[in-house]
T-cell receptor, first 117, second 112 residues
Framework: AQKVTQAQTEISVVEKEDVTLDCVYE???????LFWYKQPPSGELVFLIR??????QNEISGRYSWNFQKSTSSFNFTITASQVVDSAVYFC??????????????FGQGTILTVHP | DGGITQSPKYLFRKEGQNVTLSCEQN?????MYWYRQDPGQGLRLIYY???????QKGDIAEGYSVSREKKESFPLTVTSAQKNPTAFYLC???????????FGQGTRLTVV
């Protein structure tokens, strides 16, 4: 069965600090996909990144970066020089490509990030 | 414009009544999903469907039912058997398993 754990329930930082959001996943499948989403106060989920299980390259997009490590089943998300607009709930998600969970998209519990001015 | 439409945005019902939440997409996506969001619980999967006339239970399907008679539509019925129906419900769709999902704006259901 697939599972996603985001152990950090809430994180509070001051603007310009760097912050890392942790994501640990469990799956029996060798082919799977990982995602990060942002949920601002408006409630609608905004897609940030997708990574497949065969691509362990880290990715950087502006102030955002993602560190995917299959050896530790982790897909962590770092915001550099955080800003107040980064305040939101962030979700990590997992989707398997085969097996009985084919098509299932499982989310973690989310991490509430608050960036103070 | 292409997207996912959930209606209504806010819904109030009396305890013991069934209520149906609407989800429509014009993105031509095969897969559709229903999630429930409670404070501190993240997004929990209720039901999902990979194709018309087929759907699977998610992690918290008890007290809910769905149908997928058309590709564009995936309505969710919250039955009187659901013990704590008050929550924020999100619908999503995606073309295939290796792609990201697109979400609607959600329906906040309050049962009094």
């Amino acid at each position: 069965a697939q599972k996603v754990t985001q152990a950090q329930t809430e994180i509070s930082v001051v603007e310009k600090e760097d912050v890392t959001l942790d994501c640990v996943y469990e799956t029996r499948d060798t082919t799977y996909y990982l995602f990060w989403y942002k949920q601002p106060p408006s409630g609608e989920l905004v897609f940030l990144i997708r990574r497949n299980s065969f691509d362990e390259q880290n990715e950087i997009s502006g102030r955002y970066s993602w560190n995917f490590q299959k050896s530790t089943s982790s897909f962590n998300f770092t915001i550099t020089a955080s800003q107040v607009v980064d305040s939101a709930v962030y979700f990590c998600a997992l989707s398997e490509a085969g097996g009985t969970s084919y098509g299932k998209l499982t989310f973690g519990q989310g991490t509430i990030l608050t960036v103070h001015p | 414009d292409g997207g996912i439409t959930q209606s209504p945005k806010y819904l109030f019902r009396k305890e013991g009544q069934n209520v149906t939440l609407s989800c429509e997409q014009n993105l031509n996506h095969d897969a559709m999903y229903w999630y429930r969001q409670d404070p501190g619980q993240g997004l929990r999967l209720i039901y999902y469907s990979q194709i018309v006339n087929d759907f699977q239970k998610g992690d918290i399907a008890e007290g809910y039912s769905v149908s997928r008679e058309k590709k564009e539509s995936f309505p969710l019925t919250v039955t009187s058997a659901q013990k704590n129906p008050t929550a924020f419900y999100l619908c999503a769709s995606r073309p295939q398993v290796n792609t990201e999902a697109f979400f609607g704006q959600g329906t906040r259901l309050t049962v009094v």
